[in-house]
């Protein structure tokens, strides 16, 4: 069984930390591809509840040689905090390995997304105020630090220098802000270096030795499709390629070797932080999602915005990821309702619209479609088989499947690791 890539088909938060870790027992290998600790993910183990930002959800599972890759961002200190906080609940993140090549969330850039989100005003992304897009720009403009320049002082002086030139130009000039001295953000980066040592690895040739072997390999995408940087709702994404492809280049693992694509698809929608999202609800109904979802942010403890499904987004992260099935997360979260609406196409000035608009005005322009589905009352938290479902769960689960593109190969009935209806095994 070669690699296999899960992530999120809609704006983030489906419940994909879940999905990891219930594969998590049968791989090898977890990697995370991009972005930083700006995901937040949930993991429920028996009664216990964790809560993970950077680390691979693989960091759970024993058996599991959890990898950060190269296309992610790395804060240090929440690496270590995080990474601490995991040992004094008696797990062993010893097999943790981090690529040499990621990048570098540095504290000046944590200072500059929080002031340019300020400067921004009414045209703020609403980012996580992580320092992800900063830290980002600083590796496309080629003066980002790498978690190698860490034990290169003189390079790592060099590379701060040019990082430190032009943004301190910008922080005092534009922003009224004090300057960031080189020296101190060098030796506050050294500190780490020691601390961070254990875990450096060349993780490509890791991964690729390992699908020679014929391990198991899993990419867990942070974020979503939407998110994404080039085919989400720009400008209101993150700065990294949660799809598919993001995959190959964030761990340097060619096509070639991914077999399978999951979309993790949450039977509604959320969305935190600004931009369009056609079914978003602001009634009560909205409320109640937002309230038996427990739908507010693990990384910001910002309320997420609520909405019905939509399934012309869920065609288009089909198409965008190439997903070979999904995972339906949270079905439970809507049992009660007596009709549930689903976005089936948009109107767009007046014209119906069955797939996603390439231009943001028509996006931002775009009304939902509804078709009304019938709901279901019972408690469906303890279905072990799709059988078990009610006769209107199983059809709003089949209408989802047919409307969205894809099989669903699994249903999340609750937040517990075994509160899962397999229907294909993943592996
Ligand atoms: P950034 O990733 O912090 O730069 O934020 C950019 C956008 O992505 C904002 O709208 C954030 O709310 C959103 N975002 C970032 N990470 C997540 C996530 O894990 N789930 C949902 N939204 C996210």
Redesign the pocket.
Known sequence: MPALVLLGAQ???EGKGKATDLLGGSVDYVVRYQGGN???HTVVVGDQKYALHLLPSGILSPGCTPVIGNGVVVDPSVLLSELSGLNERGVDTSKLILSGNAHIITPYNVTVDKVTERFLGKRK????G?G??PTYADKINRVGIRVQDLYDESILTQKVEAALDVKNQILTKLYNRRAIAVGQAVEELLGYADKLAPYVADTVLVLNQALEEDKVVLFEG??GTL?DIDHGTYP????SNPTAGGACTGAGVGPTKISRVIGILKAYTTR????PFPTELFDEDGEALRRIGGERGV?TGRDRRCGWFDAVIARYATRVNGLTDFFLTKLDVLTGWEQIPVCVAYEIDGKRVEELPYSQTDFHHAKPVYEMLPGWSEDISKAKSFSDLPKNAQSYVKALEEMSGAPISAIGVGPGRDETIEINSFL
Do not use: P, Y
């Open positions: 704006w983030g938060d700006n995901a937040g992304i609403g980012t996580t992580r992800i897009g942070g974020q998110l209101f994404v993150t700065s935190v932080g600004a931009g990384t």
